[in-house]
């Protein structure tokens, strides 16, 4: 069923727009680079940018940079948060019940589907920013932020590894779409509450008065995948990160679990 | 003919027989009850569908029908009461029972932007007992079943009403069934298809399913039922097979006459009260042991009375599912 339920999400027009999409923004950076002949105004812009034109790979981490704050999060809220809702919206839910999917089950195999699609999206950007980097810049050894360089399979294996993190960063808020997408027969009303939290997240991440609370947002170790590229590769804030979105996964997985297996499935 | 619930539901002796008394019920609610706030939608529901029946579900739009059966396929919770399919409680054994239950709950429901095979496909992957190698030939006969062949590849967004509501039929198709519960099948299609729901239903029937159906308009399903139950407001009004509802009509004498005043006292003498009718002509109702027709045409003729027209009425069923439900179809609450 959880392949059936893969092939279900990854084979609608919608899933593949948005991936789509999240693989334009590198694509995009790298050929405005190209074309503008190189990432100029001294250093600003996101980081990693103004490492692409003399190494191509490095169009993989500014994807990743700039898709990370709201495009993968809308991505990801688009998934989850029609997961249970979208199903209810159009009826299929009740058919899908007295099939009988199972509960649990069905549950279970939604929210795997979103795990998958949550590492791919992130891989999507990462592997189109690789495609379009070797493809426009010269590809070589790769400086990290402290400084040095390493090898370019060192170098890519990093890249793998910061791609898989951020997607897994994405499952805080994915566990917390599909929660309230447990709630409601309204799939746009779903996305729109997730989307509503992400934002609440990052505001109460800037408000520095708050700053006791914010090693408990789920959006505020989302730029730690970058420790990734330093040469010797800080882990604490990245092993932080993860623990606190898997508390997020199982926090609100229970809840969505709790309040599923015990809804009248009324629509 | 028992109104209200039947004998073998109504005490609560009745929830612990033997293994065969239960078997032969496909359906068995006792007690159903759900609430939603204080409104009582499906109130103390005792439901007994026999094995092997055609069960005609009846009741205006808002009656409940939808509620039982969203209960019946444990989908929504009861406020109170139980629920027995094929003999097994639900909700607790749904994923046992289910797979031999095929369904149709309020209106078929499937992806907009899948074909017609594809959606078949999609729900046959969800659960047990789909086997991937059969999937296609079982497609094939469903679609086929339901005379949806030539759609299969068109996207169901693209369907009319009719023919989404075929496609649910050929989803509860899908696997062999057991029982069959089908909620206002015919909704949304032409006469012809109507008729090919009733001839599909009877040969369900014949191939030993249990077919329980659902529906507001008793003509539609009348004659393919062997049981019938009429809810309203909640409550069921009545239930038993057809002919017990047939003996519970009271037939009408109708005669056509200008001459009411000659005619109304040699009716009285058989006993029969007339009534004069508004264009002319007297009706008369007929009791469980009605004098001969025959008798009573002559004894009028003799008297000198000219008639035009003489009929014995039987109300149609249609007409008796009025009388229990109340005046129309509108909407009950």
């Known amino acids: ?267 | 003919m028992t109104l209200a619930a039947p004998a073998d539901a109504s005490t609560s002796s009745a929830w612990a027989p033997g293994p065969v008394a239960r078997d032969a019920l496909a359906i068995r609610t006792g007690g159903l009850t759900k609430r939603f706030g204080d409104v009582a939608v499906v109130d103390d529901l005792d439901l007994a569908v026999p094995e092997g029946s055609v069960f005609g579900f009846l009741g205006p739009n808002g009656s409940g029908k939808t509620t039982t059966i969203r209960m019946l396929l444990g989908l929504i919770s009861a406020s109170a009461g139980r629920v027995e399919l094929l003999g097994r409680p639900v909700p607790d054994d749904v994923a046992s029972i289910l797979p031999s239950v095929g369904a149709l709950v309020e209106g078929p429901a499937f992806y907009p932007w899948l074909t017609g095979r594809q959606n078949l496909a999609r729900i046959d992957a969800a659960g047990p007992h789909g086997e991937r190698a059969t999937r296609r030939a079982r497609i094939d006969v469903a679609l086929e079943r339901v005379g949806l062949t030539a759609a299969a590849g068109k996207a169901f967004r693209a369907y009319s009403l009719g023919m989404k509501q075929r496609l649910g039929l050929a989803n509860a198709l899908l696997r062999p069934r057991r029982l069959l519960i089908l909620d206002e099948p015919t909704n949304g299609m032409d006469p012809q298809g109507t008729r090919e729901i009733r001839h599909l239903v009877r040969q369900l029937a014949g191939e030993g399913t249990t077919v329980f159906l659902s529906s507001h308009l008793l003509s539609e399903i009348d004659q393919v039922c062997t049981h019938v139950a009429v809810m309203n407001l909640g409550r069921l009004v009545m239930q038993g097979s057809l002919p017990e509802l047939r003996a519970t009509t009271v037939a009408r004498l109708r005669v056509d006459t200008p001459d009411d005043s000659l005619a109304g006292p040699v009716l009285a003498r058989f006993g029969l009260q007339a009534t004069p009718e508004a264009g002319g002509g007297l009706v008369a109702q007929l009791p469980a042991e009605p004098p001969a027709a025959e008798e009573l045409c002559r004894a009028l003729v003799d008297a000198g009375v000219r008639v035009r027209g003489f009929v014995v009425e039987r109300p149609s069923l249609e007409d008796t599912f009025v009388a229990l439900t109340g005046e129309g179809f509108d909407v009950a609450r």
Not at chain 1, 3 to 27: G, K, M, Q, W, Y
Not at chain 1, 41 to 59: D, I, R
Not at chain 1, 156 to 172: D, E, F, K, N, Y
């Open chain 1, 1 to 267: 069923m959880l392949l059936a339920e893969l092939a279900h999400l990854f084979r609608r027009r919608r899933t593949l727009a948005l991936l789509v999409a999240l693989a334009l923004v590198p694509i995009g950076i790298a050929v405005a680079l190209k074309v503008s002949g190189g990432p100029g105004g001294g250093g600003e812009g996101p980081t990693f940018l103004n490492q692409v034109t003399n190494n191509g790979v490095f169009a993989s981490l500014v994807g990743l940079t700039v898709t990370l704050p709201v495009f993968l999060p809308l991505a990801t809220a688009i998934v989850a948060g029609d997961a249970i809702a979208g199903e209810a919206g159009l009826g299929t839910l009740r058919y899908l019940m007295i099939r009988p999917a199972g509960r649990s089950r069905l549950l279970a195999v939604k929210a795997a589907t979103i795990v998958v699609f949550c590492v791919v999206a992130a891989l999507v950007v990462s592997v189109a920013g690789l495609a379009v980097g070797t493809a426009l810049f010269p590809v070589g050894r790769v400086t990290t932020l402290s400084g040095d360089t390493i090898a370019l399979g060192d170098g890519m294996v990093r890249i793998a590894a910061a791609s898989g993190v951020v997607g897994l960063s994405l499952l805080g808020l994915a566990a917390i779409g599909f929660f309230i997408s447990t709630f409601t027969d309204v799939a746009i009303g779903a996305m729109a509450g997730t989307l509503g939290v992400l934002v609440l997240s990052g505001v109460l991440d800037a408000v520095p008065q708050l700053s006791s609370i914010h090693p408990w947002l789920f959006t505020h170790g989302w730029l730690t995948f970058s420790d990734l590229l330093r040469t010797d590769v800080n882990w604490t804030g990245i092993e932080h990160n993860l623990a606190l979105q898997a508390g997020y996964v199982v926090v609100f997985g229970s809840a969505a679990w709790a309040r599923f297996t015990t809804r009248d499935v009324l629509a």
